[in-house]
């Protein structure tokens, strides 16, 4: 009975990875024949591609970037709602509803709201701030969109993590003259260590898949100042019809996320807090 | 300080879900209300043309049904295929299960938008680009769900099954008039899980689909041309109207859904 997911697995998994390894190492046609072993001659390429030089840079820098500004506003959002009564009640909902909403309608509502001439955004703060033609205004809109595409799931962890933090070392705390952040540095910080990292960690890997808010919102541009290592494996792969290329991308792209779930494995054995 | 934090949560939460109340809101605004200065956060008046204009002017109705259909069948399939895996590796015990349970776990390591071109290549070559089943089709073994299922199921001992098949129970019997009504509300978060997961992909839709009439929903959203000619109104209401009937799940069993992952993550 474990067949159906043996056959999935391998089918789905296993096969396609060792096939994207192969036509990474091979020259492949435009109808995805193999043609002949290569060698790192595909590698080569790619490294010595501008483009794909702006797709590793800009992966890395949307990395740098979101990761800890997601962080901190969900954190911030855990931490400020954790409180009793009906009003932190209603923020609850307010933070993680975002999750409710499907990832491309969230993109079509910031794409519109983001809008330089009539997206409220610009007309409600009175700026004039092009969205979408500017490289470091359309990066700064791709950090957006990753925390509200994923502020619903990470604040539930957080408030999860928070509200296991027993009430009484909390007053405790208190009464021994500790204010609200310290409160929160060494006491709370500490006890949800475990879901930080997992949180962090899984954002890092989420960050460096990056590839429908690069479609829906910035298509790359401008100047490829948004391209992303997925959204570039895609142009190869789907655009030019240049699989060989986009299958380099895709180990690169999986050596990347691989040693960040290493990390996480080793920060996992290495936790002293939890419980 | 009291004060300060409920305020600060207050407006931080407010920015959080502004996105959404500016869609519900500015899915009824006319034309000129976009360009009104000073810039307008409510309709002038309320006017449902534009939900008329989405259905009748774009596919939406046919996107949803595609939808739908996809992310219903594809649950049940990935429930159905998890929950088999997940019971037989709990109860039975046969050369090599520990080495192909890790197998089927492992796949979690190879991130599937590393392969799509591969899998593009698969579902090709199969024959299966433009049908439901190429849409779901690589979205059909849930790793994570084989393992929650199996630490699950193996709260309930051996024996328990042992007894059950003595006394002349089926496995099949078992399996769905004991073990899964026992762990209905797993079985339930995980199946709401699948549901939203795969009713929400985007990369993988968009290259097996090239139809229209294929299309799901997330991807017919980015396409329906109304954004293109800045005439928002079409497609606020689409979205709006495709949101709501969830948004109204969440705001109703927000209880449920805040411990629910209390209890998957922290395990309490």
């Keep these: 009975m474990i067949f159906p997911a043996l056959l999935l697995a391998v089918l789905f998994s296993y096969v396609p990875f060792i096939l994207t390894f192969l036509n990474s190492v091979h020259a492949v046609s435009l109808g995805g024949k193999r043609l002949g072993f290569v060698g790192l001659a595909n590698y080569r390429r790619l490294f010595g591609n501008p483009s794909f030089h702006a797709s590793l840079s800009n992966t890395l820098r949307f990395t740098l970037f979101f990761v800890p500004t997601n962080i901190i506003i969900t954190l911030l959002a ?30 079509m509502i910031l794409k519109m709201m983001f809008n330089p001439t009539i997206g409220i955004i610009n007309r409600l703060i009175g700026v004039n701030i092009q969205w979408f033609n500017d490289p470091n205004a359309a990066m700064a809109l791709l950090v957006i969109a990753g925390v509200f595409l994923d502020i619903g ?34 006491l709370e910080l500490p006890l949800i260590a475990p ?25 790359g541009g401008p100047f490829r100042s948004t391209q992303t290592l997925v959204y570039q494996m895609y142009l190869e792969g789907f655009k030019s019809g240049n699989y060989a290329l986009g299958s380099a991308i895709a180990i690169v792209v999986f050596l990347l996320t691989f040693a960040a779930l290493l990390i996480l494995l080793h920060l996992e054995r290495r936790r002293i807090y939890y419980r | 300080m009291k004060t300060l934090r409920a305020t600060l949560s207050t407006l931080l939460s407010l920015l959080i879900v502004f996105p959404i109340v500016y869609s519900i809101s500015a899915s009824f605004f006319q034309y000129t209300d976009f360009t009104a200065l000073p810039a307008r956060l409510f309709p002038s008046r309320l006017n449902i043309g534009n939900y008329v204009r989405a259905f009748s002017e774009s596919f939406l109705a046919r996107f949803l049904l595609n939808s739908l259909l996809t992310a ?3 649950t049940l399939l990935r429930m159905a295929i998890s929950i088999l895996a997940a019971y037989t590796f709990s109860f039975f015990t046969f050369k090599g299960r520990n080495a192909l349970f890790i197998l089927i776990v492992a796949t979690m ?12 290549m698969t579902i090709r070559a199969l024959r299966l680009t433009d049908t439901y089943l190429g849409i779901i089709a690589t979205s059909l073994l849930a790793p994570t769900h084989i393992f929650m299922l199996r630490q699950y199921f193996r709260m309930m001992s051996v024996e328990y099954r042992e007894a059950a098949i003595i006394e002349g129970c089926s496995d099949s019997r078992f399996l769905s008039m004991l073990l ?8 339930l978060t995980l199946a709401i899980h699948s549901f939203s997961t795969i009713f929400n992909d985007y990369l993988w839709p968009l290259l097996v689909t090239n139809k229209t009439s294929m299309r799901t929903v997330q991807v017919g959203l980015t396409m329906m041309g109304f954004s293109e000619q800045l005439d928002y109104g079409p497609q606020f209401a689409a979205i709006t109207f495709l949101m709501t009937p969830i948004l109204i799940v969440f705001i109703a069993l927000h209880k449920p859904i805040i411990e629910s992952v209390s209890i998957r993550f922290t395990g309490r």
């Design chain 2, 109 to 120: 390591l190879l991130p599937s938008d590393a392969l799509i071109i591969a899998n593009f």
């Design chain 2, 180 to 187: 899964m009504p026992m762990s209905k509300a797993v079985i």
């Design chain 2, 72 to 74: 219903i069948a594809g």
């Design chain 1, 195 to 219: 879901t930080l990292i997992f949180i962090v960690v899984t954002n890092i890997k989420n960050a460096m898949l990056i590839s429908a808010p690069v479609l829906i919102l910035t298509e």
């Design chain 1, 78 to 107: 855990a931490v400020l709602s954790n409180r009793k009564g009906w009003l932190a009640n209603l923020n609850q909902i307010f933070f993680f509803l975002p999750m409710a909403v499907g990832m491309s309608s969230m993109l």
């Design chain 1, 153 to 186: 799931f990470d604040f539930l962890l957080f408030s999860a993590a928070l509200r296991n933090v027993p009430n009484d070392l909390k007053e405790v705390a208190l009464i021994n003259g500790a204010n609200g952040f310290q409160i929160f540095r060494h």
